[in-house]
């Protein structure tokens, strides 16, 4: 009889849920490790405004991809699914179940699903991109993506540059929309997956969000990003709040405007991340306040079939 794979548990859900907490819970619980999937938390100059793990956390239980790299440095999706899988081969040498975590569904599903191969793009296109948006802003750019593959819009952070000149290249190299290049086949992987997703009501989880905003704003964040602001361009920067304290140095926005616009954003981005996550019908989903030693056992249970 073959052995049994080994198991990657995967923690997904909107930002402020408590992921991290339910994390460190299982992990203890299986006598493993955590990979971290959190596009933004890798970099070791965004603590506070990521909301990296507690010293006390990572002290706790091992954690791998948090505070790994710089935002000076490119680091790609690609890049982290490699790293990555390596990191839970390594691990899965010496234990059966290994835990992954993060809001970011693009990252996880890397992980579970495999990076989705898209075509090269001219480096004249991309400097085309980048020169209208510096012409005619982000406004127009948008519009054209709204139009060209509403189905990207509706999920792309729609303020991030970056990602909205990604997805208009492809279209302009291909003639073929961003999300056309998409798995729909999972990539086979040599363990298994449970996944455990978080949840709350709306208003329940847009007032942790805008707790935790208070509350990063009370541990620094606006001296955090004020030692960032010369590198605001930088793709790693472009992430809420950040963005919007960059705009209140510019004197876009008030200090209070500027807080209220991270609150907001953020709230949207949790939207996004709930919309992305309902998709994938493998998660079994549990209310936020759900004892994590009931998560447990539901997975023991799933694992023992």
């Known amino acids: ?14 930002t402020a849920i408590g992921k991290t907490s339910l ?6 619980a299986f006598s493993t490790e955590i990979v971290s999937a959190d596009s933004r938390q890798f970099y070791k100059e965004m603590k506070i405004g990521t909301a990296v793990p507690s010293a006390e956390e990572l002290k706790s239980i091992p954690h791998h991809f948090i505070q790994t790299k710089s935002v000076k440095n490119d680091y790609t999706v690609g890049d982290f699914e490699k790293e990555a899988l390596l990191k839970i081969d390594d691990l899965f040498r010496n234990r059966s179940v ?41 406004k ?28 208009l290249e492809i279209y302009r190299s291909s003639g073929r929309p961003y999300t056309s290049f998409l798995k729909n086949e999972k990539d086979e992987r040599n363990f298994e997956i449970i996944y455990i997703g978080l949840t709350a ?4 989880v847009y007032n942790r ?5 208070d509350c990063m704003i009370a541990d620094g964040l606006i001296d955090e990003a004020k030692e960032l ?20 140095f510019d004197g876009i926005f008030t200090k209070e405007e500027a807080i209220e616009e991270i609150k907001k954003n953020t709230r949207r981005f949790a939207k996004r991340q709930s919309t992305w996550f309902r998709k994938n019908e493998q998660i079994n989903w549990f209310n936020y306040l759900t004892n994590p030693n009931e998560i447990i ?9």
């Open 201 to 204: 009501d709306r208003e329940i």
């Open 98 to 138: 290994t835990v992954l975590v993060g809001g970011s569904g693009l990252y996880v599903d890397a992980i579970t699903k495999g990076f989705d191969k898209f075509p090269e793009v001219p480096s004249e296109i991309r400097e085309r991109l980048n020169n209208e948006l510096k012409l005619g802003g982000l």
């Open 297 to 305: 056992e539901f997975i023991r249970s799933k694992n023992a079939r």
């Open 140 to 167: 127009t750019l948008q519009e054209e993506l709204e139009i060209i593959d509403p189905l990207y819009f509706q999920k792309v952070d729609i303020n991030n540059p970056h990602r909205i000149i990604r997805a």
């Open 229 to 248: 602001y010369e590198l605001k361009d930088l793709n790693a920067l472009q992430t809420v709040g950040y963005r919007e304290l960059f705009q209140y």
């Open 23 to 28: 994390s460190i819970k299982i992990a203890k």
């Open 1 to 14: 009889m073959p052995s049994k794979k080994k198991l990657l548990i995967c923690i997904v859900g909107p």
């Open 209 to 213: 969000i805008n707790n935790r905003v």
